[in-house]
């Protein structure tokens, strides 16, 4: 029975197959964790944007206030006039727009709004935005 000892260039090889393996993983971990938190961001951002309609909708806000933010806007989630429902968060904004659906009031389409929400948040220096739309029937 002979026994073999490892040389020194095969436990060098096996050392480099191994932190490639460990580097390949950590990798994996940091670009997981990173893919979370943007989808955590994401999910704030929809959860702003479903109550922000929910509440223009109760409200009847379409019809007898409508927000028109300018398209270059972002202002706090929490602003008027969802102050008092809307936690305001430093990280988000919003901008709105609610628009009749037609303006001839012969038209069924006239009692319809599109309310359409943009949430606005960064994210390593960049803006991202996630915009949902519904449509109301004004009562």
């Not at 460990?22 to 989808?39: N, P």
């Amino acid at each position: 029975m002979s026994r073999r000892a490892f040389s020194l260039a095969e436990l060098m090889v096996a050392m480099l197959v191994v932190s490639i393996g460990l580097l390949s993983i950590a990798g994996a971990v940091i670009y997981s964790t990173r893919i979370g938190a943007q989808a955590a961001r994401q999910t704030q951002a929809l959860q702003y944007a479903k109550q922000i309609i929910a509440l223009s909708k109760l409200a009847n806000l379409p019809r007898v206030t409508p927000i028109n933010d300018a398209p270059a806007d972002r202002i706090a989630v929490g602003a008027p006039p969802f102050q008092d429902q809307v936690a305001n968060s430093p990280d988000y904004r919003r901008n709105v727009r609610m628009q009749p659906l037609s303006t001839d009031p012969n038209d069924y389409r006239s009692q319809l709004y599109n309310i359409d929400v943009t949430i606005y948040w960064f994210d390593r220096g960049r803006e991202l935005s996630l915009r949902d739309q519904a449509v109301h029937r004004s009562p």
